[in-house]
């Protein structure tokens, strides 16, 4: 059973920084790639950055150089900084784990509201 619960969102202005935090909660956090993602209306929900057990990341061409992603695995904690924020950036964002042995990302959180103001 993994849950995962995120915390860290708000409403800011254009050019400040969040953080974003994501606890697992569960067995075996290495055996998971964490990702973020996020869901603007009207939009479908897209991949912001991932992270591996061995800390590899990648990050979308929209928010490279912005936003970082990284994890204490001592903690079962994944983080997603994100500076310089653009009102573009306003959604929920979304923690999700992806079983290394499937592949596929099926356990997710409740979602943490962004909202940038310009």
């Known amino acids: 059973q993994v849950e995962l619960a995120e915390s860290g969102g708000g409403l800011v202005q254009a050019g400040d920084s969040l953080r974003l935090s994501c606890a697992f909660l569960?067995?075996?956090?290495?055996?998971?790639?964490m990702g973020w993602f996020r869901q603007a209306p009207g939009k479908e929900r897209e991949l912001v950055a991932q992270i591996t057990s061995g800390g590899s990341t990648n990050e979308a061409d929209s928010v490279k150089g912005r936003f970082t992603v990284s994890r204490d695995n001592a903690k079962n904690v994944v983080y997603l900084q994100m500076n310089s924020l653009k009102p573009e950036d306003t959604a929920v964002y979304y923690c999700g784990a992806k079983d290394i042995r499937t592949s596929i990302y099926d356990h997710w959180g409740h979602g943490t509201q962004v909202t940038v103001s310009s």
């Open positions: 569960g067995r075996t956090f290495s055996a998971y790639v």
